[in-house]
């Protein structure tokens, strides 16, 4: 059933500036009913492809569809099934030709309507076809509206693990319409916000504070949500601009990541077992435990962030992986092909404390299997 685009009330506009590449983040509940306008503005006269998954699409595809036509656009709506599976070269090419067929020439946009998976997939075909056509980032999903959406990463899986695949690619605009996060499971929320409390533990042990204090305010439809939002991505934004293609600390941004891609390797990219988000909570609570392991971080600080993250239930130990996920062995060498790996040495980010992460290079692979076996072994 297609649902209204809901009316606005507010907004607060985060700016990414990047020289002739800039972009604005729109943050605020409804605020893609005022978004069209500005949507349409970008190519006048022109036309919008919109890229969107099977369940996201019936919710605000036509919807958003009918709003772009009435603001001047031409529109064409490319569905693909829901999930990661979609992030891959059979889904890639199938976009990149409905492209093509639908005549959208480099003056015209593609609009990514979804989650993360159709963030990254659109954004890459978009980077790709015709060498280049502009998109804008409508992200439905709490992670994607405070994460994947900004900063122009694109891509896709490869059988050698996440996100191999891709290219830096800057939307024109990203609408985080925060009304549209009403319609997400429990489960896929909670996924999401895992990578809002990951700002804290980066570099603002204020703002993880903060959600201590405000989590139930968060998971509702009202201010707090608004500004975790707005806060992960000021916070985003800032990194992004300072280091756009990851030579240097936006890899601050992959905390807990390294261990998450490799879980979500270990359980086949399969959806039902783990979603990135909570691949990314028990990344979280594993950098923060291999952190004490190193003598680096209090004890304290890292079963705080584990009594968080579970508090909201979210996965914090290797066990709260439903499934086999492997061995010690297996599961480092996934980590081998981590995109941050340099010269075949592992590089994590790894914490002080709370709000003290930085960047490890040339973790010795043994060390690390020695915690996982560790891991591995606790009830």
């Given amino acids: 059933m297609t649902t209204a685009i809901p009316p606005s009330s507010g907004r607060e506009t ?26 349409a503005g970008l190519a006048p006269g022109g036309a919008a492809a919109i890229v969107t998954d099977a369940n996201v699409g ?24 829901a999930g990661e599976g979609s992030k891959s070269y059979p889904r890639l090419i199938e976009v990149c030709e409905a492209l093509l067929a639908a005549r959208i020439e480099r003056g015209d946009l593609v609009i990514a309507l979804g989650g993360g ?13 015709r060498r280049g056509l502009r998109f804008v980032q409508v992200p439905t999903s709490l992670l994607a509206q405070v994460d994947s959406s900004v900063g122009g990463k694109t891509g896709i899986n490869s059988a050698h693990g996440k996100n191999l695949i891709g290219a830096f690619h800057q939307p024109s605009l990203v609408v985080a319409d925060t009304a549209l996060l009403d319609s997400l499971s429990p489960r896929e929320f909670r996924a999401g916000y895992a990578e ?10 204020g703002f993880f504070a903060w959600c201590e204090t405000n989590a139930e305010g968060i998971f509702g439809p009202g201010p707090a949500r608004d500004h975790a939002v707005a806060t992960s991505c000021r916070a985003k934004a800032a990194v992004v601009v300072r280091d756009e293609r990851e030579d240097g600390d936006r890899a601050l941004l992959n905390l807990g990541h390294t261990f998450a891609h490799a879980l979500e390797r270990a359980t086949g990219y399969d959806g039902s077992r783990l979603v990135h988000g909570e691949a990314v909570a028990v990344g979280l609570a594993l950098a923060f435990r291999f952190s004490v392991e190193r003598g680096l971080c209090p004890p304290e600080d890292a079963a705080r962030v584990a009594v968080h993250l579970a508090g909201v239930a979210l996965p ?9 996920i492997g061995t010690a062995d297996s599961l480092v060498e996934a980590m081998a092909q981590d995109k941050k790996v340099k010269r075949g040495a592992l590089t994590f980010i790894l914490a002080r404390g709370i709000g003290q992460s930085f960047i490890a290079r040339g973790v010795e692979a043994d060390g690390v299997r020695a915690f996982l076996v560790k891991e591995l072994a606790e009830a």
């Fill in 316 to 324: 914090t130990r290797l066990q709260d992986v439903p499934g086999d």
């Fill in 196 to 205: 809002v409390v990951k700002y804290g533990l980066i570099d603002d042990p």
């Fill in 117 to 129: 998976v159709i963030g990254d997939l659109a954004g890459f075909a978009a980077s790709i076809v």
């Fill in 58 to 81: 019936a919710l605000y595809g036509q919807a958003l569809s009918d709003a772009l036509a009435a603001a001047g656009l031409r529109t064409t709506i490319i569905t693909v099934p």
């Fill in 14 to 39: 985060v700016h990414v500036p990047l020289g002739e590449r800039a972009y604005d983040i729109m943050i605020g509940r409804g605020v893609l009913n005022e978004a069209t306008a500005r949507i």
